[in-house]
């Protein structure tokens, strides 16, 4: 089964730029979907089809991926983007696999 | 403006049995997949099962295949999961999501909260 590999937790100074990873073998010949949830709420789309924006989302929230390794991009992070990051993918035999998740603190 | 609410959660005895409904507005219902995801308390997603949008085919999470069935009936808007022979493990917040093209979800629901206790 594909396996999406993410860091536990990832800490960005206020106003800085935080990354987030996931890591899995050719992912960059992927499409990678990001979604961010706040604690007792539901997932909220941020990024899909690795670069992509939905309606709504700040243009802080960035995202790119080659290799081993995609990444969502947050640029001037706020402390309301503290929240939990997943990254998913489709594939053809397990069809949707989420990352373990990520927190991300803003200090 | 999309919205899916969920509703059918509670507390089960291990063993018993679910039923899981999720109601959708505002979209198309029957032009869509739908899926559902669960969240164990304190831990990641993980993706249960998800129909096509006329119902004729089904998918399922590999270590959830034969205890859960999903279904919808596109006259009322609603989509179903029905969980048999519950167990500890199975206790979790579900989502009800609206998939684009089986591939990535754009639409959740605020989830419904299933406990499997004695």
């Known amino acids: 089964s594909y396996e999406l590999t993410q860091p536990l937790s990832v800490s960005v100074a206020l106003g800085q730029t935080g990354r987030i990873t996931c890591g899995a073998s050719n992912i960059g010949s992927r499409n990678v979907h990001w979604y961010q949830q706040k604690p007792g709420q539901a997932p909220v789309l941020v990024m899909y089809?690795?670069?992509n924006r939905p309606s709504g989302i700040p243009e802080r929230f960035s995202g790119s991926n080659s290799g081993n390794t995609a990444t969502l991009t947050i640029s001037g992070a706020q402390a309301g983007d503290e929240a939990d990051y997943y990254c998913q993918v489709w594939d053809s035999s397990t069809a949707v696999v989420f990352g373990g998740g990520t927190k991300l603190t803003v200090l | 403006e999309v919205q899916l609410l969920e509703s059918g959660g509670g507390l089960v005895q291990p063993g018993g049995s679910l039923t899981l409904s999720c109601a959708a507005s505002?979209?198309?219902?029957?032009?869509?997949?739908m899926s559902w995801v669960r969240q164990a308390p304190g831990k990641g997603l993980e993706w249960v099962s998800t129909i096509s949008g006329n119902g004729g085919s089904t998918y399922y999470g590999d270590s959830l295949k034969g205890r859960f069935t999903i279904s919808r009936d596109n006259a009322k808007n609603t989509l179903y999961l029905q969980v048999n022979r519950l167990r500890a493990e199975d206790t979790a917040v579900y989502y009800c999501?609206?998939?684009?093209?089986?591939?990535?979800?754009?639409?959740w629901g605020k989830g419904t909260t299933v406990t499997v206790s004695s």
């Open positions: 505002g979209f198309t219902f029957d032009s869509y997949a």
């Open positions: 089809r690795d670069t």
């Open positions: 999501a609206k998939p684009i093209l089986y591939y990535y979800m754009d639409v």
